[in-house]
């Protein structure tokens, strides 16, 4: 498989780039700057990222060029290109102007092939405070803006370009074309990163990885754990045992509807009622992380108790995607835990089996790719994501039955009004949030005092940043009116506007 490197230097677009490319139906992969791979000879070029540091600074990234530069076409974009300009003996500065947000090319060299298809003017985005002043000898300027000289260059006798801009954003109009431009024409890349060749080439290798053994996975209905499934199903058949937990933190009838659709798939599952195993686990938890650990370790000793009763079960099968696999890799040290709930990291000791994670190269879109090419329906494909947890992380502060029980009826009218409104595909992920606070209403002539509940609308890509959806005034109005009439217990209903970052998708 034609292969492009990114090596990441911290930046906060480097998914962006990956998802661009993979767009092109040209696999890549993202590894820190400082932990280079072995190039094989299916890597057809190297791309680094941005990043937040200078290169003037005396903790900045510094990458290995020797196998790099000269050997395999490269494409420097920001920090990279920056930092290659000094490298080479340039001269880069704080900027004495503002190089943030739009701007537009003034120059454009027609006979770059990088640039081959863009027109003077094209509107591109930048982000950086410093700027390349000066570049040495031998680095051609091949694009301007009104602002910066060299906003793009590239290395005369040798494939190694750079830009000062991003194109990876869709801010930037002509930055898939660039990109193609790279890839596709420079690079050569052979454009055969489809979901048929990635179903075709994963279900060999997991016969060939598996062999003649069983494999355990935990179902949890969403997309990731349902495709890993349907997958595994398709290269090994019966010998795939699935569980599905119902920890009590599931929405509203989910249970028995997921189970029942699996069923239907013909998928080998079993279904384990575990709530109250996961209530006395919570017993008392109001931190977030707390919560979190808590349900993982139960999970972990529910799932262990089951697969110890499937006979000669040597692999657990996990629904890791890419992005959980990134996101555990750090540029400079350990990366700030957010939230623990990644898959990437293991097993806990006692459990004496190997893992199998068919995902792990995928991003979420491309999972629903290969989920529609493996005729996994929409009504499951098509769901939103729901975190790991469940509704444990929408009830801030101590879980109980009774606060679940009203989150999962405000949830399911948010939700299944979603879908009789016609908006629920045209939403990423939405939920409902029971907020620690009760509030003063009145019903009737009665004085109230009640709960309030939040509800969580976003749009986005891959969860990596989101906006708070403008969903229609008469629907909230009208949501708003059904939830409080018909939960007992809840009397306030709030919007959430905030977007990602600085907030996340979930409140916990």
């Given at each position: 498989m034609d292969t492009i490197i990114i090596l990441d230097f911290g930046?906060?677009?480097?998914?962006?780039?990956?998802?661009?490319?993979?767009?092109?139906?040209?696999?890549?992969?993202?590894?820190?700057y400082n932990k280079i791979p072995q190039l094989s000879p299916d890597v057809r070029g190297v791309v680094f990222s941005g990043s937040p540091f200078s290169c003037n600074a005396p903790d900045a990234?510094?990458?290995?060029?020797?196998?790099?530069?000269?050997?395999?076409?490269?494409?420097?974009?920001?920090?990279?290109?920056?930092?290659?300009?000094?490298?080479?003996?340039?001269?880069?500065?704080?900027?004495?102007?503002?190089?943030?947000?739009?701007?537009?090319?003034?120059?454009?060299?027609?006979?770059?092939?990088?640039?081959?298809?863009?027109?003077?003017?094209?509107?591109?985005?930048?982000?950086?405070?410093?700027?390349?002043?000066?570049?040495?000898?031998?680095?051609?300027?091949?694009?301007?803006?009104?602002?910066?000289?060299?906003?793009?260059?590239?290395?005369?006798?040798?494939?190694?370009y750079a830009i000062q801009f991003h194109p990876e954003v869709h801010h930037?109009?002509?930055?898939?074309?660039?990109?193609?431009?790279?890839?596709?024409?420079?690079?050569?890349?052979?454009?055969?990163?489809?979901?048929?060749?990635f179903v075709e080439t994963t279900v060999a290798q997991l016969r060939r990885q598996v062999g003649d053994d069983t494999v355990v996975l935990g179902l949890s209905g969403g997309v990731d754990s349902t495709v890993a499934a349907v997958l595994l199903n398709k290269a090994i058949g019966r010998r795939l045992h699935c569980i599905f937990v119902d920890n009590g933190l599931l929405r509203k009838n989910e249970f028995q509807n997921v189970l029942e659709s699996y069923r239907d798939m013909g998928l080998n599952v079993k279904g384990v009622d575990a709530r109250e195993q996961f209530y006395g686990a919570l017993r008392g938890l109001t931190e977030p992380e707390k919560k979190r650990k808590a349900i993982g370790k139960t999970f972990v000793d529910v799932f262990d108790a089951e697969a110890k009763q499937i006979a000669d079960a040597k692999w657990l099968a996990q629904g890791t995607i890419y992005p959980d696999v990134i996101e555990s890799s750090s540029v400079k040290g350990p990366s700030q835990t957010i939230k623990s709930h990644h898959n990437v990291g293991g097993l806990p000791d006692y459990m004496k089996l190997q893992l199998v994670e068919p995902l792990r190269s995928l991003f979420k879109d491309e999972v629903r790719r290969v989920g529609r090419q493996l005729g996994v329906k929409d009504s499951l494909?098509?769901?939103?994501?729901?975190?790991?947890?469940?509704?444990?992380?929408?009830?801030?502060?101590?879980?109980?039955?009774?606060?679940?029980?009203?989150?999962?009826?405000?949830?399911?009218?948010?939700?299944q009004g979603l879908r009789d409104a016609g908006l629920y595909d045209k939403v990423w992920q939405a939920g409902a949030i029971l907020l620690p606070i009760q509030s003063v209403g009145v019903m009737g002539d009665e004085r109230t005092y009640e709960r309030v509940v939040a509800l969580r609308a976003v749009e986005s890509v891959d969860g990596m940043t989101a906006d708070w959806c403008h969903l229609p005034y008469d629907f909230l109005a009208r949501v708003s009116n059904d939830i409080i009439n018909r939960v007992r217990g809840v009397n306030r209903v709030c919007y959430d506007i905030s977007s990602k970052p600085p907030a996340t998708i979930e409140w916990e």
């Open positions: 930046s906060q677009y480097t998914q962006l780039i990956a998802r661009k490319i993979r767009e092109l139906n040209v696999y890549c992969e993202i590894h820190p990234p510094i990458p290995d060029l020797t196998h790099i530069k000269g050997r395999l076409p490269l494409l420097a974009v920001c920090y990279g290109a920056q930092y290659l300009a000094k490298w080479g003996g340039g001269v880069v500065q704080q900027s004495s102007t503002r190089e943030y947000g739009r701007a537009n090319l003034t120059y454009i060299d027609t006979e770059s092939p990088l640039l081959k298809g863009i027109a003077v003017g094209s509107q591109v985005w930048m982000s950086h405070g410093d700027t390349i002043q000066q570049v040495p000898s031998g680095y051609r300027c091949i694009c301007s803006t009104g602002d910066v000289r060299y906003a793009g260059y590239q290395i005369e006798g040798e494939p190694t930037s109009v002509d930055g898939l074309t660039l990109l193609r431009n790279f890839v596709v024409d420079i690079c050569r890349c052979s454009q055969n990163w489809t979901p048929e060749s494909i098509g769901r939103h994501p729901f975190p790991g947890p469940g509704l444990a992380i929408r009830i801030l502060g101590e879980v109980t039955p009774e606060k679940v029980h009203i989150l999962q009826e405000v949830d399911d009218i948010f939700v």
